[in-house]
């Protein structure tokens, strides 16, 4: 599954100020419903409505190396909680990672999300 990813600034500014918000220790999770979903629909091949995901890693992370390693957790984090839970489509996804993200594995990550996930209700099913 490919995740789609959220590409402009002023979409992360307004997921930032306008969405709702839970936190972890391990990161911080931003959603706001997508008010350009319904036209994304219609050019998405399959014609369904999908999340648009941004990643954000800052550099006290760690060097370019550590936040390419970090993103790439945080994806399949993302990926498994998609394939485990029936999440709600239609919304811009912001995930910003904190220090604390450094070493964990991606199903201690996932278990961090989806826990977040639930707490911005988020997820409609356990099971797929």
């Given at each position: 599954m490919k995740?789609?990813?959220?590409?402009?600034?002023?979409?992360?500014?307004?997921?930032?100020?306008?969405?709702?918000?839970?936190?972890?220790?391990?990161?911080?999770?931003?959603?706001?419903?997508?008010?350009?979903?319904?036209?994304?629909?219609?050019?998405?091949?399959?014609?369904?409505?999908?999340?648009?995901?941004?990643?954000?890693?800052?550099?006290?992370?760690?060097?370019?190396?550590?936040?390419?390693?970090?993103?790439?957790?945080?994806?399949?984090?993302?990926?498994?909680?998609?394939?485990?839970?029936?999440?709600?489509t239609g919304?811009?996804?912001?995930?910003?990672?904190?220090?604390?993200?450094?070493?964990?594995?991606?199903?201690?990550?996932?278990?961090?999300?989806?826990?977040?996930?639930?707490r911005l209700?988020?997820?409609?099913?356990?099971?797929?």
């Amino acid at each position: 599954m490919k995740i789609t990813s959220l590409c402009e600034n002023h979409l992360y500014s307004k997921a930032y100020s306008r969405g709702k918000r839970a936190a972890t220790s391990a990161m911080a999770v931003h959603v706001l419903p997508d008010y350009k979903a319904k036209v994304l629909r219609k050019s998405h091949p399959q014609h369904i409505t999908v999340n648009r995901v941004g990643l954000t890693v800052g550099k006290k992370i760690g060097k370019a190396c550590v936040r390419s390693r970090v993103k790439r957790i945080m994806r399949a984090a993302y990926r498994q909680v998609v394939n485990e839970c029936i999440v709600k489509t239609g919304f811009l996804i912001v995930i910003v990672a904190r220090e604390a993200i450094i070493g964990m594995k991606s199903t201690e990550l996932a278990e961090q999300l989806k826990k977040s996930f639930m707490r911005l209700d988020l997820i409609v099913g356990e099971e797929k």
